[in-house]
């Protein structure tokens, strides 16, 4: 199975703050990644396809880029609604994994 | 508006079998990858398998053994069976909707999240 790396595993900052969190895969994935946010207690949410793509709906403050194995998600000025934790996913071969989180606190 | 509301048994034994189902409310049951994901307590998620509206599943290696979905297409429901279970199986488990395009997928509706326990 493929692995996927994020880093940090967590981060604190100020609202305001431009934020990136980075996934690696253990092997080249194309561009196939999504990143899902995920707030206590609720279902993931879909913020990123295609590792680039925002989806309907999601504040253009939210960006996604990279292809092969390295993976960044940037939120470019941060609102108290976006502390949560997020997560990678790769979709590009069976089993589908996804990271294990950076869950991201505020200062 | 597309929901997807599941149900099921959240407190099971060592040994026994989780069979959760979950219902699509609005938009079409046809051509999406319906699909199981789990997140243990405090960890992230684990997918677990997915099933189309004709049957076709993929499961996880790693469950494969205990897992089987099926779909009912007429009442737009899909279902999930995990046999054996023990306390490893703790987690909360979702249904979502995969939806798949040339050079994408991704999961755009999720259920409300069931939380199983399994103790003795």
């Known amino acids: 199975a493929i692995q996927m790396t994020q880093s940090p595993s967590s981060l604190s900052a100020s609202i305001g703050d431009r934020v990136t969190i980075t996934c690696r895969a253990s092997?080249?994935?194309?561009?196939?990644l999504g990143w899902y946010q995920q707030k206590p207690g609720k279902a993931p949410k879909l913020l990123i396809y295609?590792?680039?793509s925002l989806q309907s709906g999601v504040p253009s403050r939210f960006s996604g880029s990279g292809s092969g194995t390295d993976f960044t998600l940037t939120i470019s000025s941060l609102q108290p609604e976006d502390f949560a934790t997020y997560y990678c996913?790769?979709?590009?071969?069976?089993?589908?994994?996804f990271g294990q989180g950076t869950k991201l606190e505020i200062k | 508006q597309v929901q997807l509301q599941q149900w099921g048994a959240g407190l099971l034994k060592p040994s026994e079998t989780l069979s959760l189902t979950c219902t699509v409310f609005?938009?079409?049951?046809?051509?999406?990858?319906w699909s199981w994901v789990r997140q243990p307590p405090g960890k992230g998620p684990e997918w677990i398998g997915e099933?189309?509206?004709?049957?076709?599943?993929n499961y996880n290696p790693s469950l494969e053994s205990r897992v089987t979905t099926s779909v009912d297409t007429s009442k737009k429901q899909f279902t999930l069976k995990l046999t054996s279970l023990t306390a490893a199986d703790t987690a909360v488990y979702y249904c979502?909707?995969?939806?798949?395009?040339?050079?994408?997928?991704?999961?755009?509706?999720w259920g409300q999240g069931t939380l199983v326990t399994v103790s003795s």
């Open positions: 979502a909707r995969g939806q798949a395009g040339p050079t994408n997928f991704y999961y755009d509706y």
């Open positions: 609005g938009g079409s049951f046809s051509g999406y990858y």
């Open positions: 099933i189309n509206h004709g049957g076709y599943t």
């Open positions: 092997q080249g994935i194309r561009s196939e």
């Open positions: 295609a590792a680039s």
């Open positions: 996913l790769q979709d590009y071969n069976y089993p589908y994994t």
